[in-house]
C-alpha cells in the first residue's frame, strides 16, 4: 500500500467516527447560529408565527430599533456592570483561596477544597432561591447578621443600588470554587526551585508573589479570565428567579431581554438582534484579553 | 430515509384513525384546562359522557405561568385540543393568529348560550371586530379587600366610595399607626391593573387609532396615574415588591389594610384569616372617582374556546354548552370556588347571602375589557409595570414616563398599524 | 500562629460559604410560616416532613425528579458516545483538515448557546419535537467542549498499542471499543459527570423547550413553583434540598474526577 492510500483509508474512517458528533454539532448548532443572523434582519413576531407571510426582511431596522431602546441599553449596562464587579471579584477571591490552600502548613486542605467547591456544582436555581430568602429584608440571614454589628437593614433585592451587588454577592459565592481549583492546578505547576531561589537571594513571601507567582500564573489567569467573562456575560437565572430584572430594572441583563423579546413576547426577530449583539461583546472581549496577554508577554 | 418512512407511517395512522370516526364509533373531545381547574373540571366529565353516550372528554392541565407559550407553541404545530380554556385577555391574541374558531353561528342555534345571560363587561370581552370567540366559564374581577376593623377605628364604617375618600381612609390608618411600618394600602408596581382601573374611571381611553398607538399621555391617564402616586409620595403604600412575601400573612399582621385584587384570593383569605380575624376582612366595590359608585373595573376570567383546526366542532360544542349548564356552573363553583359566569346563578341564595360575595356581584355590573389586541399583554405587563415602577420611584415624573410609555407602546404596535395598512388585519 | 490563624481563617469562610446549605435544609423541615421569623433560625423550631409531603403528593415532584434524571442520564450516555468517537478520531486519525477542524471547532465555543436558542426553537418546533424528551436530548447530542476533553486525553494513548492491535487483525471499531475506551475511562467518568451535572442543573432552555408541567425538569418545576408559592419559603427550601441533594451525591462519590476534568480542560494551547 502507498502512504497516500493509507491515508485516504484513514480519512474514511476518521469520517465515520467523526460524522455523529460533527454533523449532530452542525444541525443543531452551526445552522441555527445563521439562522440566528438571518432572523435578526426580519420582523419575525407572533403575527408571523401565525402565518409565515408576514414574515418581512427589515434590514438593520432591528438593530437600529435597538440603539435607541432605552431598555436595551440598560440591560447592556446591567450586564457589564455585573461582569465588571463579579469577574475580578470572583478571580480575586479565588486565586487568594487557591494560594491559602496551597500552602505546605494547611492541614485538611481537601476538606477545605471540598466545602469551598460544592457551591459549584449545585443548581443554580435552586441557590438562587435560597439565597432570595437569604436576602430578605426583614427576615433573611444577612440583615440579621448585620443587625449584629449595628448596621440598619437593607433590602438586598428590593432597593436598585443594592440588587445588583447583592447578584454579584451570590455569583461569586457559587463560582469561585471552580477558578480555584484551576488556580490550584496552576500553582503546583510552578516549580519549587524558583522560589527556593528567591529564597536565597532574600525575597519576602510578598515579592516572591509579585515576581514569581502573578507571572507563572498568567496564562492560567488569562483562561480564568475567558470562562468566567464568557460565563458572567450569559447571566440569566439569577435575576430571572431572585429579582425578575427588577427593581426599576437594575437587574436586567442582556440575556433576560432576549429571553423576554423572544420567548414571552415572540417578536423573535428583534430577539435574535440581541443575542447577536452578546456574541459580538463576547467575542470582542475575548480578542482583548489575548491582545492584553500578548503584550504582557513581551 | 428512516425519518420519512416513519412520517408516512405516521400520517396513515391519522387518516386511518380519521376514518374511523364514524357515527357509532366513540369520539373524544381533547380539552384543555389551566392549573387547578384543570383538576376540577374532571369530576364533571363523567357526567357529561352519560349524557352523552359515544363522546368522551380527555382533559389536559396546563400550569398558568407557562401556559400562554404553551398554547402557541401547540398552535405553532398545530397541536391545539379542540376545546380549551383561555383567559380572556388573550382571546385577541389568539383570534387574530387564526387559532380559534368564531362561535357566532353555534351561538345562534344554541338552546342555552345567550348572550343576555352574561354580564355584560364580560361578554365583550369575548368579541373582536364584531365576531364572538368564547364562551365566559368563569369569571373574575378586581376590587378592594380590607380590614373592616382598621377602617372603622379610623371613621370609616362602611368602605371608601370616592377616590376622595380611599386617600383620606388611608392617610387616617397612616396617622393611627404613627411611626410603626405599616401600610394602608397595596398597590405593588407588579401588578398593572389597580393603575389601569383608575384611568378607566377616570374616563381615559388606553390606546387610539383603532388601538394602534398608545394615549397614556393624555389628560385622563395622567391624572388617573397621579392619583396612584399619591399614594406612594405620601408613603401610604410599601415601595418595592420584596417587602411582602405573603400577602395573607401581611394581612393578618396589618402590615397592609387595603388590598385591589380578585376573586381568587378568597379562599386564601379564609384560609389565613382564621378565628378572630375571619370576621374581620371584607370585600367592597371599587371607589369611583366621583360620586357613580361602583367604580369600574376590569373584566377578567376564563372563556372556553374552540380551535379552528377542531374537525368535530359540534362535539365540542356540545361540550361547551354543557360546561355553561346552570346546573353544571354551580357544581363548578362548588368545587373550584371560580366564580360563575351565569348571571342566573348569582341569584342563588349561596351567593345573594355571602358576604363576601355581594361585592363582586355589584362589580360586575361595571366591569369593561383591557384594549383587545394581541400586543396587550406585552404593553400591560412589561411596560405600564415598568413606567409605574419608575414613578413610584420618583425616577421620572409622571407626565414623563407617560410620553415615554406612548413611545414605547406605538413602537411595539408598528407591525400593527403596518398590518391595518396592508388590510391583513380588520381595522 | 500563622498556622492557627490561616486555619481559623479557613473553618470560618468555609462555614460560611457552606451556610446557605444548612439554612437552606433547616428551613425545609419547618412548618408554613415558620421560617418568616425573625431571628432567623439556623434549626427548625419543630421538625416536620409537611413540606416535603406536599411536594410529592400535592406538587407531583417525583414526576420531574423523574424527568430530570431519565433526561440527564440520556443525554449522557448519547454524548459520552458521540464524543469519545470523535475525540478519538481527533486525536489518533490523519487526515485533511484536522488541526483547521479541529482549532474552527475549539473557537466556535465562544458562541453563547444563546444565539441558538431562537431557531433552533423554531427548528424543533417545525420536526414536532418542541415539548418532547427530545427538545433536551437532540441539542445535548454532542459538545464540543466533549469532544476536546476527550482528545486531550486520548493522545497520551502510545501509537503502538493501536499499531500492534491492528497487526492482530483488530478493526477500528474493535480497537475503540476493546483499546481507546478501557483506557479513556477516568476521563470517560469526568466527561459523564459533567454532562450528567450540566444537563441536571440547565435551566433557560428546558424553560423555553418544555411547556408542559408533566415533562419539566427539577429546575423549571422549581422556578415555577417560586413564582407562583412566593409566600412559601418552607415549601421552596424543600424544592431545593431534592434538586440539589441528587447531584451532590454524585459529586461527592466521584469528586476526584471532576476535579481532574476541570483541571485538563484548562490547559489549553
Redesign the interface.
Known amino acids: 500500500m502507498t502512504k497516500m492510500n493509507i491515508n485516504s483509508e484513514q480519512s474514511r474512517i476518521a469520517l465515520l467516527f467523526l460524522s455523529p458528533a460533527l454533523l449532530s454539532i452542525f444541525v443543531f448548532f452551526f445552522i441555527p447560529v445563521i439562522a440566528a443572523f438571518i432572523i435578526s434582519f426580519t420582523?419575525f413576531?407572533?403575527?408571523s408565527?401565525?402565518?409565515y407571510s408576514?414574515i418581512t426582511f427589515i434590514g438593520f431596522k432591528n438593530y437600529i430599533?435597538l440603539f435607541n431602546d432605552?431598555?436595551f441599553w440598560v440591560s447592556l449596562k446591567n450586564t457589564f456592570l455585573f461582569v465588571v464587579m463579579a469577574g475580578p471579584l470572583s478571580i480575586a477571591v479565588s486565586l487568594s483561596a487557591a494560594i491559602l490552600l496551597n500552602s505546605k502548613i494547611v492541614k485538611l486542605k481537601s476538606l477545605f477544597r471540598l466545602s469551598y467547591f460544592i457551591p459549584v456544582v449545585t443548581t443554580l436555581v435552586a441557590v438562587a432561591i435560597v439565597w432570595r430568602f437569604i436576602y430578605?429584608?426583614?427576615f433573611g440571614i444577612i440583615n440579621y447578621v448585620l443587625g449584629l454589628i449595628g448596621i440598619s437593614p437593607i433590602?438586598w433585592?428590593?432597593?436598585?443600588n443594592w440588587a445588583m451587588p447583592a447578584i454579584v454577592l451570590m455569583a461569586v459565592w457559587k463560582n469561585f470554587g471552580y477558578n480555584m481549583i484551576i488556580f490550584l492546578a496552576g500553582l503546583q505547576n510552578i516549580p519549587t526551585h524558583l522560589y527556593e531561589a528567591a529564597e536565597i537571594e532574600g525575597a519576602n513571601s510578598f515579592q516572591q508573589f509579585k515576581s514569581i507567582t502573578l507571572p507563572m500564573l498568567a496564562p492560567t489567569t488569562l483562561f480564568v479570565g475567558l470562562i468566567t467573562m464568557i460565563g458572567f456575560f450569559q447571566l440569566f437565572a439569577e435575576p430571572y428567579i431572585m429579582t425578575?430584572g427588577?427593581?426599576?430594572?437594575s437587574t436586567i441583563s442582556i440575556v433576560h431581554y432576549m429571553y423576554?423579546e423572544g420567548?414571552?413576547?415572540?417578536n423573535m426577530g428583534y430577539s435574535a438582534s440581541i443575542a447577536f449583539i452578546l456574541f459580538f461583546i463576547i467575542f470582542i472581549g475575548t480578542l482583548i484579553q489575548f491582545k492584553l496577554k500578548k503584550n504582557h508577554t513581551i | 430515509m428512516n425519518k420519512s418512512l416513519s412520517i408516512a407511517v405516521i400520517i396513515t395512522l391519522i387518516f386511518l384513525s380519521g376514518c374511523k370516526n364514524n357515527s357509532n364509533e366513540i369520539r373524544t373531545i381533547n380539552f384543555w384546562a389551566m392549573g387547578a381547574e384543570g383538576e376540577y373540571v374532571q369530576k364533571l366529565i363523567p357526567e357529561f359522557e352519560k349524557l352523552n353516550p359515544g363522546l368522551k372528554v380527555k382533559v389536559q392541565?396546563?400550569?398558568?405561568?407557562?401556559a400562554q407559550?404553551?398554547l402557541?407553541?401547540?398552535?405553532?404545530?398545530n397541536?391545539l385540543p379542540d376545546v380549551f380554556q383561555l383567559g380572556n385577555t388573550w382571546i385577541p391574541?389568539f383570534s387574530?393568529?387564526?387559532?380559534i374558531e368564531s362561535l357566532d353561528n353555534l351561538i345562534m342555534k344554541s338552546k342555552n348560550v345567550n348572550e343576555e345571560n352574561y354580564f355584560k363587561g364580560i361578554w365583550e370581552t369575548n368579541r373582536i371586530n364584531g365576531k364572538v370567540y368564547g364562551i365566559p366559564w368563569y369569571i373574575d374581577t378586581r376590587l378592594l379587600f380590607y380590614r373592616a376593623d382598621i377602617l372603622s377605628k379610623v371613621g370609616y364604617d362602611s368602605p371608601p366610595k370616592t377616590w376622595k375618600e380611599l386617600f383620606d381612609a388611608s392617610l387616617k390608618i397612616k396617622n393611627l399607626f404613627g411611626a410603626v411600618e405599616k401600610y394602608p394600602i397595596y398597590l405593588p408596581v407588579?401588578e398593572f391593573a389597580p393603575y389601569v382601573i383608575f384611568a378607566l374611571e377616570n374616563k381615559a381611553t388606553i390606546l387610539r387609532e383603532n388601538d394602534s398607538y398608545g394615549n397614556f399621555a393624555q389628560k385622563e391617564f395622567v391624572e388617573a396615574f397621579k392619583f396612584a402616586m399619591s399614594f406612594y409620595e405620601h408613603n401610604l403604600t410599601p415601595?418595592?415588591?420584596?417587602?411582602v412575601?405573603?400577602?395573607?400573612?401581611a394581612f393578618r399582621d396589618e402590615y397592609i389594610v387595603m388590598y385591589i385584587s380578585g376573586p381568587w384570593n378568597i379562599k386564601e383569605f379564609t384560609k389565613w384569616m382564621i378565628d378572630e380575624y375571619s370576621e374581620k376582612w371584607m370585600t367592597a366595590p371599587m371607589p369611583s372617582k366621583d360620586g357613580n359608585y361602583p367604580g369600574v373595573s376590569l373584566a377578567g376570567g376564563a372563556s372556553l374556546v374552540i380551535s379552528k383546526n377542531c374537525n368535530q366542532k359540534a362535539e365540542a360544542w356540545k361540550f361547551i354548552e354543557y360546561l355553561s349548564d346552570s346546573k353544571v356552573q354551580r357544581e363548578f363553583y362548588s368545587i373550584s370556588s371560580d366564580l360563575p359566569a351565569l348571571k342566573q346563578v348569582w341569584e342563588d341564595s349561596s351567593f345573594k347571602y355571602n358576604k363576601h360575595m355581594r361585592a363582586f356581584y355589584e362589580q360586575f355590573q361595571n366591569v369593561v375589557p383591557t384594549p383587545k389586541v394581541?400586543?396587550w399583554?406585552?404593553i400591560a405587563f412589561?411596560k405600564i409595570q415598568?413606567y409605574a415602577?419608575?414613578t413610584s420611584?420618583k425616577?421620572l415624573s409622571v407626565e414623563d414616563a407617560m410620553k415615554?410609555l406612548d413611545k414605547e407602546v406605538d413602537?411595539i404596535l408598528e407591525?400593527r398599524r403596518e398590518?391595518i395598512k396592508q388590510k391583513?388585519?380588520a381595522s | 500562629m500563622k498556622r492557627i490563624f490561616i486555619h481559623i481563617f479557613l473553618i470560618i469562610t468555609s462555614i460560611i460559604t457552606l451556610s446557605p446549605f444548612v439554612w437552606m435544609i433547616s428551613a425545609s423541615f419547618m412548618a408554613d410560616?415558620h421560617a418568616?421569623v425573625y431571628p432567623p433560625r439556623f434549626f427548625p423550631d419543630e421538625f416536620t416532613l409537611v413540606q416535603y409531603e406536599s411536594l410529592f403528593s400535592r406538587l407531583n415532584v417525583s414526576v420531574n425528579f423523574f424527568n430530570s434524571l431519565l433526561l440527564s442520564l440520556t443525554v449522557t450516555v448519547v454524548s459520552l458516545l458521540f464524543n469519545s468517537l470523535a475525540g478519538y478520531a481527533f486525536a489518533k486519525f490523519k487526515f485533511r483538515m484536522k488541526d483547521k477542524l479541529f482549532n474552527f471547532l475549539l473557537s466556535s465555543m465562544i458562541i453563547p448557546a444563546q444565539v441558538t436558542m431562537l431557531p433552533l426553537f423554531l427548528m424543533l418546533?417545525?420536526m414536532?419535537l418542541?415539548?418532547t424528551y427530545f427538545a433536551i436530548i437532540i441539542p445535548g447530542l454532542a459538545n464540543i467542549f466533549g469532544i476536546f476533553l476527550i482528545r486531550q486525553y486520548a493522545i497520551s494513548i502510545p501509537d503502538s498499542l493501536i499499531e500492534s492491535a491492528k497487526i492482530d487483525g483488530a478493526t477500528d471499531f474493535q480497537i475503540y471499543r476493546r483499546i481507546i475506551l478501557p483506557l479513556c475511562m477516568p476521563i470517560l467518568i469526568t466527561l459523564a459527570l459533567f454532562t450528567f451535572m450540566g444537563t441536571w442543573n440547565d435551566f433557560m432552555w428546558p424553560l423555553i423547550a418544555l411547556?408542559?408541567?408533566s415533562l419539566y425538569t427539577l429546575p423549571v418545576a422549581l422556578a415555577?413553583l417560586m413564582?407562583?408559592h412566593?409566600?412559601?419559603?418552607e415549601l421552596m427550601m424543600a424544592g431545593s434540598v431534592i434538586t440539589i441533594l441528587p447531584v451532590l451525591i454524585v459529586f461527592l462519590f466521584l469528586q476526584r474526577y471532576y476535579i481532574s476534568g476541570i483541571m485538563t480542560g484548562s490547559i489549553k494551547e
Do not use: C
Not at chain 1, 427588577?246 to 430594572?249: A, V
Not at chain 2, 415601595?239 to 417587602?243: A, M, V
Not at chain 3, 412566593?230 to 419559603?233: A, E, G, I, V
Open positions: 420582523d413576531d407572533i403575527y408565527l401565525g402565518d408576514n430599533r432605552e431598555l430578605h429584608p426583614k433590602d433585592l428590593g432597593d436598585p425578575q427588577g427593581p426599576l430594572n423576554q420567548f414571552r413576547w415572540w | 392541565m396546563i400550569p398558568w405561568t407557562a407559550e404553551k402557541i407553541t401547540a398552535f405553532a404545530s397541536n391574541q387574530v393568529i387564526g387559532a407588579n415601595l418595592g415588591i420584596s417587602q412575601t405573603n400577602i395573607y400573612q394581541p400586543e399583554e406585552q412589561s415598568q415602577e419608575l420611584r425616577v415615554k413602537n407591525k398590518l391583513k388585519i | 410560616g418568616n418546533k417545525s414536532g418542541i415539548n411547556t408542559d408541567n415555577n413564582l407562583e412566593t409566600k412559601d419559603p
